[in-house]
């Protein structure tokens, strides 16, 4: 396999000519959010926000320090008293608005994120729209939560159970969607009654500015602040910080160690969104066409930079050669370029130079390991961190490609014999955020995925995900759940209040 940066017999980059989607004037403020109002912060360093596809500056965005941290806690502090005494009704209704407010300006966010980011259109579209719903959803969920009755447990005692907020909420948010994965923590931490300060990831920072600024006329002040800057400073800062109630990050395994670490100073809780290597189970019964379709979506949407994207195929040895045949023409139509290029586009770029390494790096190393590329498997043209969509089959059992999250359009193929078999290799895995199994047997529909030690399993189809079901996962990948009423129970807290009734 060649990962060199020769690209004559590689596939094509459409690009987009320099046509920029939004004006730079339609950037957010480069700063950070407190208590209603941008602000400078105490630094004097900045960020480089980069554009992958041009390897451009888009701006740079003030990298914040943990004064800055101390100041936004404050002013949560100040704004949790009036935001949790609001009715359920009257704060659905400020975070409805808050979703209207998103839909009038959606077309801003997706250009917005693409640019950033250059994750294609439909991705953008895609993450945009679920933000928005995710708002709407907790607005209404909130408000009809459900729980133990009251009633005498204990003779004349009557026990009345309370659902709390935990008070200040620190989020702490990665580069792959940072406007979706800033709102499944925004939208349910506010709506249970919480104030929050987030830090969204340093290399992208720009629509959670950008929400910060279109809401800043409905949310009160305080109630959601954003600090922007670097995660051992201001992440770091909000872990440790004593008057944080709760820390949710979603990233990386090393981070959320970090975090938890913090956190443990204050006893504070953790709510964690971790790394994934989600197994794709195809058995030999399955309709191989149907599954090769699933991986295409669900192997290299937002171009593999997806905590549960498919990466890891286990296929039954008897279907390998057809089923990877399939899978490789599915890989092979793929359209790479940036966003900008047409609605078409399937595959953008790596977010950044160090990231696009490192996925060379594990390319390199699969290549050692004996894999071998059936489709890509090398860098494409300059400028622009792209890597072409790639399939590697012949893996080693236990290779590094199989076992540790690459994080790019790089997914392996491995072969087994029994279901047994394939069940353990599924679990080999420390991480357990998701998977999927293809089958046309009900019996082991049913029972392979309750075998299966992942937070989300799907059957037939892969990453179909929707507001109402938790996201989360068991083992490496971290715990607490995000969407869904699950997440309005992580961010509040149960009180028993027991009353002596007797005379
Ligand atoms: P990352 O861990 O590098 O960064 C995530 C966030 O944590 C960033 O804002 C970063 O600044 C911050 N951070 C880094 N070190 C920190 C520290 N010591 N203390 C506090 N904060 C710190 O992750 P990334 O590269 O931005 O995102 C990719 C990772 O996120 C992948 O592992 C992916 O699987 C994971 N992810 C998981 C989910 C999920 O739902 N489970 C969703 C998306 C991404």
Same mark, same amino acid.
């Given at each position: 396999?060649?990962?060199?940066?020769?690209?004559?017999?590689?596939?094509?980059?459409?690009?987009?000519?320099?046509?920029?989607?939004?004006?730079?004037?339609?950037?957010?403020?480069?700063?950070?959010?407190?208590?209603?109002?941008?602000?400078?912060?105490?630094?004097?360093?900045?960020?480089?926000?980069?554009?992958?596809?041009?390897?451009?500056?888009?701006?740079?965005?003030?990298?914040?320090?943990?004064?800055?941290?101390?100041?936004?806690?404050?002013?949560?502090?100040?704004?949790?008293?009036?935001?949790?005494?609001?009715?359920?009704?009257?704060?659905?209704?400020?975070?409805?608005?808050?979703?209207?407010?998103?839909?009038?300006?959606?077309?801003?966010?997706? !250009?917005?994120?693409?640019?950033?980011?250059?994750?294609?259109?439909?991705?953008?579209?895609?993450?945009?729209?679920?933000?928005?719903?995710?708002?709407?959803?907790?607005?209404?969920?909130?408000?009809?939560?459900?729980?133990?009755?009251?009633?005498?447990?204990?003779?004349?005692?009557?026990?009345?159970?309370?659902?709390?907020?935990?008070?200040?909420?620190?989020?702490?948010?990665?580069?792959?969607?940072?406007?979706?994965?800033?709102?499944?923590?925004?939208?349910?931490?506010?709506?249970?009654?919480?104030?929050?300060?987030?830090?969204?990831?340093?290399?992208?920072?720009?629509?959670?500015?950008?929400?910060?600024?279109?809401?800043?006329?409905?949310?009160?002040?305080?109630?959601?602040?954003?600090?922007?800057?670097?995660?051992?400073?201001?992440?770091?800062?909000?872990?440790?910080?004593?008057?944080?109630?709760?820390?949710?990050?979603?990233?990386?395994?090393?981070?959320?160690?970090?975090?938890?670490?913090?956190?443990?100073?204050?006893?504070?809780?953790?709510?964690?969104?971790?790394?994934?290597?989600?197994?794709?189970?195809?058995?030999?019964?399955? !309709?191989?066409?149907?599954?090769?379709?699933?991986?295409?979506?669900?192997?290299?949407?937002?171009?593999?930079?997806?905590?549960?994207?498919?990466?890891?195929?286990?296929?039954?040895?008897?279907?390998?050669?057809?089923?990877?045949?399939?899978?490789?023409?599915?890989?092979?139509?793929?359209?790479?370029?940036?966003?900008?290029?047409?609605?078409?586009?399937?595959?953008?770029?790596?977010?950044?130079?160090?990231?696009?390494?490192?996925?060379?790096?594990?390319?390199?190393?699969?290549?050692?390991?004996?894999?071998?590329?059936?489709?890509?498997?090398?860098?494409?043209?300059?400028?622009?961190?792209?890597?072409?969509?790639?399939?590697?089959?012949?893996?080693?059992?236990?290779?590094?490609?199989?076992?540790?999250?690459?994080?790019?359009?790089?997914?392996?193929?491995?072969?087994?014999?029994?279901?047994?078999?394939?069940?353990?290799?599924?679990?080999?895995?420390?991480?357990?955020?998701?998977?999927?199994?293809?089958?046309?047997?009900?019996?082991?529909?049913?029972?392979?995925?309750?075998?299966?030690?992942?937070?989300?399993?799907?059957?037939?189809?892969?990453?179909?995900?929707?507001?109402?079901?938790?996201?989360?996962?068991?083992?490496?990948?971290?715990?607490?759940?995000?969407?869904?009423?699950?997440?309005?129970?992580?961010?509040?807290?149960?009180?028993?209040?027991?009353?002596?009734?007797?005379?």
């Amino acid at each position: 396999m060649n990962t060199t940066t020769d690209t004559t017999q590689r596939p094509k980059i459409r690009r987009a000519h320099g046509a920029a989607a939004i004006d730079s004037s339609q950037l957010p403020p480069a700063r950070h959010f407190i208590d209603g109002r941008f602000t400078e912060g105490q630094g004097t360093t900045t960020e480089q926000i980069i554009d992958p596809c041009s390897e451009d500056v888009i701006c740079n965005v003030a990298r914040g320090t943990s004064a800055d941290v101390d100041a936004a806690v404050a002013a949560a502090h100040r704004a949790a008293p009036g935001w949790r005494k609001l009715t359920p009704k009257a704060r659905g209704e400020i975070i409805t608005a808050v979703a209207d407010r998103l839909q009038e300006n959606a077309e801003l966010l997706m !250009d917005l994120e693409s640019w950033n980011t250059g994750k294609p259109r439909a991705v953008a579209e895609d993450d945009v729209h679920f933000a928005i719903d995710c708002f709407r959803f907790m607005a209404g969920a909130q408000r009809a939560g459900t729980a133990l009755a009251s009633g005498e447990y204990a003779e004349d005692h009557l026990s009345v159970i309370q659902r709390e907020p935990l008070g200040v909420i620190g989020a702490i948010t990665p580069w792959n969607y940072p406007l979706l994965m800033g709102v499944w923590k925004i939208a349910p931490i506010l709506a249970a009654g919480n104030t929050l300060v987030l830090k969204a990831s340093e290399q992208t920072p720009l629509t959670t500015l950008k929400l910060a600024e279109l809401t800043a006329d409905i949310l009160p002040a305080g109630v959601f602040n954003v600090v922007a800057g670097q995660g051992s400073v201001v992440g770091q800062r909000l872990a440790e910080h004593p008057d944080v109630a709760m820390i949710a990050l979603t990233g990386s395994v090393g981070s959320g160690q970090a975090v938890s670490r913090a956190a443990a100073e204050s006893v504070k809780r953790v709510h964690l969104e971790l790394g994934g290597k989600a197994p794709a189970v195809v058995f030999a019964d399955a !309709d191989l066409p149907g599954a090769a379709t699933a991986l295409r979506n669900g192997g290299y949407w937002n171009s593999g930079q997806e905590c549960g994207a498919a990466c890891r195929v286990l296929v039954h040895e008897s279907v390998a050669e057809e089923f990877t045949s399939l899978l490789a023409a599915e890989v092979s139509s793929f359209v790479i370029g940036e966003p900008g290029a047409g609605p078409d586009v399937e595959i953008g770029p790596m977010i950044s130079r160090a990231h696009y390494e490192r996925v060379l790096q594990h390319l390199e190393q699969a290549a050692q390991d004996g894999a071998r590329a059936v489709v890509g498997g090398s860098a494409l043209e300059r400028p622009g961190f792209f890597i072409a969509p790639t399939i590697l089959a012949d893996v080693p059992v236990g290779a590094a490609c199989t076992q540790e999250e690459i994080f790019g359009p790089v997914v392996t193929i491995e072969t087994f014999s029994e279901e047994q078999e394939a069940i353990d290799r599924a679990n080999e895995v420390p991480f357990g955020l998701a998977a999927s199994i293809y089958t046309t047997d009900t019996r082991r529909s049913h029972d392979v995925a309750s075998r299966i030690d992942a937070g989300t399993v799907w059957v037939n189809d892969h990453l179909v995900i929707t507001g109402e079901m938790p996201w989360g996962g068991f083992k490496g990948s971290g715990y607490g759940r995000d969407l869904s009423v699950y997440a309005l129970d992580d961010y509040t807290r149960t009180k028993h209040v027991m009353h002596n009734n007797a005379r």
